[in-house]
């Protein structure tokens, strides 16, 4: 694959692991005869380490040998988690503390997860952009003439804490952002 033709959430294989490209920016050069340099800000989807990745214009990545199928949640124990694949019913197993950012924002009816697969082992998961999560507990709002909008912390069901706005409910159901852990919107 051309260094112009990758793209944000490409995976390629760089020093022989599996790399999956976050960001990509471009220099163009400034005098006749400089080439075209394309840098690339990936993480390493076995050690999860950041590396930045810089090539000339007519330079190449090979693709990975990589999938991405849709998963469901099956259950947690102790240490790992266990997932459902949604198109031929295998089981993946991944050890918690590997994806415990991800965990926070998994139900068991969240749909559009998908399993990171690399040479048929799951190194992985991908979240959808957004999810939608019940308030579980907040403090009552307040009313009140205020100039600026206020926010109040609120724990979801799957037991994060983040801050939404004043006007929210115990019971509701929000959108969260899985990259920022953000609130966006009620659902």
Do not use: W
Not at 156 to 164: H, K, P, R, S
């Amino acid at each position: 694959m051309l260094a112009k033709d990758v793209k944000n959430g490409a995976v390629v294989n760089f020093e022989g692991a599996p790399v999956m490209i976050e960001t990509v920016s471009v220099q163009t050069p400034s005098a006749r005869g400089a080439a075209t340099l394309y840098k690339y800000r990936g993480r390493n989807l076995v050690t999860r380490q950041k590396i930045d990745i810089t090539l000339r214009g007519g330079e190449s990545l090979d693709e990975a040998d990589f999938e991405r199928r849709p998963v469901k949640l099956m259950y947690t124990d102790g240490s790992q988690a266990h997932f459902l694949d949604q198109n031929d019913f295998n089981q993946y197993s991944l050890e918690q503390e590997d994806v415990q950012r991800e965990l926070q924002y998994v139900t068991e009816d969240l749909e559009g997860m998908l399993a990171l697969i690399y040479n048929d082992e799951c190194i992985g998961l991908q979240l959808p952009t957004a999810v939608e999560l019940q308030i579980t507990q907040c403090d009552p709002g307040v009313k009140g003439n205020s100039a600026t909008s206020r926010t109040k912390p609120a724990t979801l069901e799957t037991g994060i804490t983040l801050q939404v706005p004043e006007y929210l409910k115990q019971g509701e159901r929000i959108k969260v952002d899985t990259r920022t852990g953000d609130y966006l919107s009620r659902a």
